[in-house]
């Protein structure tokens, strides 16, 4: 982890303490990583850095598991997770390690401890209306 992403540390803390939780308390093991339960979704909150077409970007990124993949029938929900995505505001479906996740991310120049409190809150609120949503659709579609 950058030395650099340090300095982003209060952002994302006042972030999640507007959301009156105490950021300490849900720290991950690994630096710059945050679980937050809200609603019926675990939601991942986390800095990192990755490659651009234009060099090295410093991001947040808010991951919340919703399902797992199932082993059949796996088109027509890629399909539904796709007609969805359109539906979404800043939020966007994704598969990670065989698991249906809802994603945001941003590039953290220019952020602020509001806009994290916003991607939280979109992303806790997206997820907790959608999680039962998909596990109906995968269950119905197994």
């Known amino acids: 982890m950058s030395q650099q992403l340090e300095k982003f540390i209060p952002i994302v803390e006042g972030g999640i303490q507007s959301l009156g939780v105490d950021?300490?308390?849900i720290r991950g093991q690994v630096f710059g990583e945050w679980y937050l339960q809200r609603g019926s979704a675990t939601v991942l909150v986390k800095i990192n850095t990755v490659n651009a077409y234009n060099g090295v970007?410093?991001?947040l990124v808010i991951l919340t598991a919703i399902a797992s993949v199932p082993a059949r029938n796996q088109e027509?929900?890629?399909r539904k997770l796709l007609e969805e995505n359109h539906k979404l505001l800043n939020e966007r479906f994704t598969i990670f390690n065989?698991?249906?996740c809802l994603v945001s991310s941003r590039d953290m120049q220019g952020m602020d401890a509001q806009e994290v409190h916003s991607m939280i809150d979109g992303q806790s609120y997206a997820a907790d209306l959608?999680?039962?949503k998909v596990r109906e659709f995968v269950?119905?579609?197994a």
Do not use: E, R, T, Y
Request: charged share 30%; proline share 6%; net charge negative.
């Open 23 to 25: 950021p300490a308390s």
């Open 76 to 78: 027509v929900l890629f």
């Open 130 to 132: 959608l999680d039962d």
């Open 139 to 141: 269950a119905a579609n």
């Open 98 to 100: 065989d698991q249906i």
């Open 57 to 59: 970007k410093d991001i």
